[in-house]
């Protein structure tokens, strides 16, 4: 036992949990933290982003890729609020995350202090759970207990408020070494399970659509052999990208507003909806009521709260999907559905993706991304129509290779996240994917990737508009663009360059590639400026509110 400021307690319980990276930006409030950080500069490397809002992203980032729980740093006021939009996007997206700030003296709480504000109010809507500490005899525990909080059953973030006189003042820390996380079992039961199968075995036409939660629980592997052993189509939502092959045979593309017609079609045909680790979200399902309108659908969840919320199901087992997918894989048998198979084999000869293949644009550079990565690569995005072609475009082969804002729709989500991802996986590509509009959020965040030399690339789907929402306004606004258009005299390339990254412009489709290598090769960040047409499109689409299977495309649009 040893006597420790509270200062040098925080810095031990990191070390403790395994923590090697952590990112933020000083103040302060947070500057006895930041002293007692100097010392052990050594152990745990500290990323100093440009903005906070880049290190939430960052630590996301790093907890996507790692699995691990990913650590930001902030201090109080407006760098405790500059942190909100990150913590909520880690929310929505179910992330492992510690959000540490540091607030005024005790004394000075609720006085309206300089740099004073409620972080912990603030946040309680976004966060699994958050503390303030006052007390540093509890200091430690509560680190600890933030820690077990963000990994255990569904992940989240969960934020450490300090007061800063509880960051000096000193107390006695003991180590302690972190307990395992468990998987959550307890509520599986076997009744669950005897209805499940039961509904499996009688079923003729399934389908099995696979959520985020199959990522997070790594089960991967338990998901291939059920999907082989039933034998059925499997699609994925956004979240649920590479926890099931996007090369295999069976995998029929992603669902919803912007799915493939295959997997909007074989969900609404389909009689028995297999669903795995999904929170069944409004992009996913369209007109909730009659979202798979023809099938028993049957959920598995961590989480007993999404039972029911948004759909309503005929049976469900709650615990850990990975726990799941392993006991019903025990207690099968193979079951052949050769004809429905078949059937959704023709739909994948039907309705195809494409595009225009003489021209530089959205799909032909995520196709090239692919072919120049061999699909090993991790892509992180922004959000719009580059997100949706990310999506489409690229065959996720496995799980934690795309990184991107699913449930709060982040613009300038992918740079921050892009650096934690290369931080955490150093051996792997790392893409980012941007359109202009998003770029330009949190573009400064190059100046940080260049600081340390992280050899992100930073892909610019320039289209000089914000894309998505002017999709929106062509088809359903009669072409009023109010406020999208950007083609004004920003300088992509010579604005990373001023940064301190390598940066190309790219206007032919026959430029990208010899680009992309020549980034790939690189030890240090670089830009890629790709000019596309404005008015380049995200196709299938769903109309908000429609039904899955009223996707239509640039060819039904032609028909009418």
């Known amino acids: 036992m040893s006597r420790l400021t509270g200062s040098e307690i925080v810095i031990e319980c990191l070390k403790e949990q395994g923590v090697d990276t952590v990112f933020g930006y000083p103040g302060g409030s947070i500057l006895n933290i930041y002293d007692a950080l100097y010392k052990h500069q050594e152990e745990i490397r500290h990323i100093l982003t440009s903005h906070e809002q880049g290190a939430s992203h960052a630590a996301d980032g790093y907890a996507r890729a790692t699995g ?57 809507p976004i966060t699994k759970y958050n503390f303030i500490v006052k007390d540093v005899a ?30 000096a003042a000193e107390y006695e820390y003991t180590y302690e070494a972190p307990a395992p996380v468990e998987r959550l079992t307890d509520k599986i039961t076997e009744e669950a399970m005897d209805r499940a199968v039961e509904i499996i075995r009688k079923a003729e036409k399934p389908f099995i659509f696979v959520g985020g939660g199959a990522v997070i629980a790594n089960a991967s592997d338990e998901l291939r052999a059920f999907a082989k052993k039933i034998q059925a189509p499997v699609a994925d939502s956004l979240m649920g990208k590479g926890a099931y092959d996007g090369t295999d045979e069976l995998y029929t593309g992603m669902v919803g507003m912007h799915g493939t017609k ?73 079951m052949h559905h050769d004809e429905w198979v078949a059937h959704i084999e023709r739909m ?55 990184l991107t804002s699913g449930g709060l729709g982040t613009m300038g989500y992918g740079l921050g996240a892009s650096i934690g991802a290369k931080l955490g996986c150093p051996d792997k590509v790392v893409i980012n994917v941007a359109g202009d509009g998003c770029f330009r959020m949190n573009m400064n965040e190059i100046a940080t990737a260049a600081r340390y030399n992280i050899p992100i690339i930073q892909v610019v789907i320039n289209n000089h508009v914000l894309g998505m929402v002017r999709q929106w306004q062509t088809l359903f606004y009669g072409k009023r663009y109010s406020q999208t258009v950007l083609n004004d005299a920003v300088d992509f390339v010579k604005l990373s360059e001023a940064m301190g990254a390598k940066a190309f412009r790219v206007t032919k489709k026959e430029e990208f590639l010899p680009r992309l290598q020549e980034a790939m090769a690189m030890n240090g960040p670089c830009v890629i400026d790709c000019q596309i047409n404005c008015d ?14 009223d996707a239509f495309d640039d060819t039904d649009l032609k028909i009418q």
């Open 348 to 402: 994948k000869d039907m309705y195809p993706l494409r595009y225009d293949k003489n021209l530089l644009t959205g799909p032909f550079v995520i196709e090239q991304i692919y072919e120049a990565t061999k699909g090993d690569g991790i892509i992180v995005t922004e959000v719009g129509q580059h997100q949706m072609w990310a999506a489409q475009y690229y065959k996720y082969k496995n799980p934690r290779t795309l």
């Open 262 to 334: 295959t997997s909007n079609f074989g969900i609404t045909e389909c009689d028995l909806l297999i669903v795995v680790g999904a929170r069944f979200s409004d992009r996913v399902t369209g007109n909730a009521s009659k979202f798979a309108k023809n099938a028993k659908i049957l959920q598995f969840d961590v989480d007993p709260a999404e039972i029911n919320k948004n759909i309503r199901v005929d049976a469900c087992v709650i615990g850990d999907v990975k726990v799941i997918l392993r006991k019903l894989n025990a207690r099968l048998d193979p």
């Open 68 to 124: 691990k729980v990913g650590v930001c740093l902030a201090t109080s006021g407006p760098g405790a609020t500059n942190l909100v939009t990150g913590i909520a996007t880690a929310y929505m997206d179910s992330v492992p995350m510690v959000a540490i700030t540091c607030n005024v003296g005790t004394s000075l709480l609720g006085k309206d202090s300089f740099q004073e504000i409620d972080i912990t109010g603030v946040t309680m």
């Open 138 to 167: 509890k200091l430690a525990q509560v680190i600890r207990r933030a820690f077990a909080i963000a990994q255990t059953g569904r992940p989240g973030p969960v934020l450490v408020d300090i007061t800063k006189d509880v960051t």
């Open 536 to 549: 380049d499109k995200v196709f299938p689409m769903v109309p908000a509110g429609a039904p899955i299977e």
